[in-house]
């Protein structure tokens, strides 16, 4: 492979910087920059000059051998000071050794993926570790960067192989006599196989949840409070509040964290008969966001009014507490915050429970997949039909699985993930 080199940090101005170099030509660039290559693995000042011999800057040189890097190439990292100019600098020096060329996007990451570094969930979830905006984001992305959704395929490959190899010999000495229960032991793994898909399957939402965010719909009546209870749980001026009814006219949007989750508060418009097109046009807009959301909270303007479209699991308050005197929530006092933001937490805590390994749509479908296949072969075998296509099934199935962790069927998958990274990773 060609060697690259890219800026590994943010850009711009900061205190430090890091230029990392990685392919054939990275020792060479190394010693033309830096004078000499150090020990392996230990961080050592250097002079840096480029190829005339002018100072670049003083910076801190660390290489790794062929195999003992991210990319299981020969590696070469400069940790200079995060100067725009000399980052410019430090980076035409390497691209004028010869072999030497700029890095595309996620370009290092590809290549620990082709050097079997990494399969295709870990160089997901790195990917989602540094999008991570929240603590429950980062949680997740580090069980699947450990490595957990490999190991939980390997061992229903395991199971898969176990039973594909008792078919494989049936099938071998079909003429010689065969134990009468041979059946009940090739679905024994088969049987243990789907019962892990259908557990993984079940944190399908919950995973979805962690990655995207929750949905949560401030929803009532006109001057119910909404606006100002949505900028009270935003710790800002998010939302235009007025006496004057019917002020919101459109969805708003905020976004912010409950119990380490991204969530986001959508304050919808008053519900009630509207003659003005426009005020119409966003009461319908709310009422389709509302039932999309992952919960609402219900807001009454007054005691004794009835809420409209509650569901099970829903929170409804009376809004305007510090007013009426009654328990229920204000958005101008404060008063029931607490106690709503802690309602939130446990409808979160209860949705949230489920997967704890797989964290992409693209993982459950695969596994979906695998389970469509898995069901034919256990429903074939259960009525007595013939192996072979049991045995076809189980080859599907184990496609299916290889295709989660990148062994096949993967580069239409590749390119979009890659292009997600920055180009210093």
């Known amino acids: 492979m060609e060697t690259i080199v890219a800026l590994a940090t943010a850009r711009g101005r900061a205190g430090v910087a890091v230029v990392r170099v990685s392919g054939p030509e990275a020792f060479s660039v190394c010693e033309s920059i830096a004078g000499r290559v150090p020990t392996e693995r230990v961080a050592t000042l250097a002079r840096l000059q480029d190829a005339d011999g002018a100072l ?27 100067s725009v100019a000399v980052v410019s600098a430090l980076i035409r020096a390497c691209l004028s050794v010869e072999g030497v060329r700029a890095a595309n996007a996620g370009e290092f990451t590809r290549r620990a993926f ?27 992305a580090l069980r699947v960067l450990d490595g957990s959704a490999g190991r939980m395929i390997a061992q229903w490959r395991e199971d898969l192989l176990q039973a594909s190899a ?26 243990r196989v789907q019962a892990g898909f259908a557990e993984q399957l079940q944190g399908r939402r919950s995973a979805e949840i962690v990655r995207d965010g929750f949905e949560i719909a401030i929803v ?39 119990a380490g989750h991204a969530v986001t508060l959508i304050d ?12 119409k046009l966003g009461i319908d807009r709310g009422i389709e966001r509302a039932q999309a959301a992952d919960l609402r909270v219900h807001l009454l303007a007054a005691p004794g009014e009835t809420p409209v479209g509650v569901r099970g699991g829903d929170i409804v308050l009376l809004s305007k507490a510090d007013i009426w005197g009654l328990p229920g929530v204000s958005g101008k006092t404060g008063e029931g915050i607490a106690a709503l933001i802690r309602s939130i937490e446990g409808s979160l805590a209860q949705r949230v429970t489920g997967s704890e390994v797989f964290s992409r749509e693209r993982h459950f479908d695969q596994i979906e997949r695998a389970g469509n296949h898995l069901g034919h072969a256990i429903s074939t075998l259960e009525r007595g039909g013939p192996w072979e296509l049991v045995g076809d099934d189980l080859r599907q199935t184990l496609r299916s699985l290889d295709g989660i962790v ?16 920055c180009i210093g990773k």
Do not use: W, Y
Request: a negative charge.
């Open 166 to 191: 008792m078919l494989e010999a049936a099938l071998d000495f079909a003429d010689e006599e065969l134990p009468d229960d041979l059946t009940t032991h090739v679905l024994e793994p088969l049987f």
């Open 220 to 258: 009532g009546p006109v001057n119910a409070g909404k606006s100002t209870l949505l900028n009270a749980l935003a710790g800002r001026e998010a939302a235009i509040t007025s006496e004057r009814a019917g002020t919101t006219r459109d969805v708003i949007e905020v976004r912010m964290e409950i």
């Open 268 to 279: 919808t418009a008053g519900l009630r008969e509207a003659t003005d097109e426009i005020e």
């Open 56 to 82: 670049i800057d003083h910076g801190l040189v660390l290489v790794f051998g062929e195999g003992r890097s991210f990319t299981g190439e020969p590696v070469c990292e400069f940790q200079v000071h995060g």
């Open 406 to 421: 990148g062994r096949v069927d993967v580069e239409d998958v590749l390119g979009r993930i890659f292009s997600s990274f």
């Open 114 to 140: 082709l050097a079997g570094r990494m399969d295709l969930t870990e160089v997901e979830a790195l990917a989602d570790l540094i999008d991570a905006e929240t603590e429950a984001q980062r949680r997740q």
